[in-house]
């Protein structure tokens, strides 16, 4: 079974803000997905990445899969950003059923 | 990009009653579909994968007999919980996964069993 920890679990911050979550998993993956929970409960998928960095908009994923650390950074955070935050590593080429962290409540405040 | 959608988005049932769940992708073929479940303040975790044609392979812990996953077409997969109870009362979240490896997630489904 794969450990997955995420850091911090609450982040405050000022709008403008350059957030960075980290995630840690025990199990070796092969690709690592990063999710948004809204408040009502709805999921999207921001990022799948199997190894270096990606990037879409403000948002940019890194992966090491060698140290088992994923991290997602934030750039000039918006109070739209404000969301949990959830990484959920993939042991089967991305395709299987997803572990999940317990997710980073990020609030940006105005 | 690919849109997944779930009906109902939220349902309230009385215990011992059967509640069904559907779960289509509205713009791909979905060869896979995974149902998650979440109980409040926790994570994800995943239930069953379902592949179209195909039974259902169960996680350990979740019982087939009455969380019944029926995946008929490429586009729909459904999940129906049997005689539920109120520890039952979860939100359910499905996600599709076609030709890509990209999961697409549906916007859920709240389930309060009274």
């Known amino acids: 079974k794969n450990e997955v920890e995420q850091s911090p679990q609450n982040l405050t911050a000022q709008e403008g803000e350059f957030i960075t979550i980290n995630c840690s998993y025990s199990?070796?993956?092969?690709?690592l997905h990063w999710l948004q929970q809204h408040p009502g409960g709805g999921i999207v998928s921001l990022f799948m990445?199997?190894?270096g960095k990606k990037k879409h908009g403000r948002l940019i994923a890194t992966i090491n899969i060698q140290e088992k650390h994923s991290s997602l950074h934030i750039t000039a955070s918006h109070p739209r950003d404000s969301a949990v935050y959830i990484c959920?590593?993939?042991?089967?080429?991305?395709?299987?059923?997803?572990?999940f962290g317990k997710g980073t409540h990020l609030i940006i405040q105005p | 990009g690919a849109v997944v959608s779930q009906h109902p988005s939220w349902v309230i049932c009385k215990s011992g009653t059967s509640v069904k769940i559907e779960c289509r992708s509205l713009?791909?073929?979905?060869?896979?579909m995974f149902w998650y479940r979440q109980f409040p303040k926790q994570s994800l975790m995943l239930m069953a994968t379902?592949?179209?044609?195909?039974?259902?392979?169960?996680e350990q812990g979740v019982e087939k007999d009455k969380f019944l996953i029926n995946h008929a077409s490429l586009t729909l997969s459904t999940l129906t919980v049997t005689s539920a109870h109120p520890e039952d009362s979860s939100f359910y979240i499905c996600?599709?996964?076609?030709?890509?490896?990209?999961?697409?997630f549906g916007p859920g489904t709240r389930l309060t069993v009274l």
């Open positions: 959920a590593p993939s042991s089967g080429g991305g395709a299987d059923g997803l572990t």
């Open positions: 990445l199997s190894s």
């Open positions: 996600s599709a996964r076609g030709y890509s490896d990209t999961q697409y």
């Open positions: 199990v070796g993956i092969s690709a």
């Open positions: 379902s592949n179209e044609g195909s039974k259902a392979t169960y």
């Open positions: 713009d791909f073929q979905a060869t896979t």
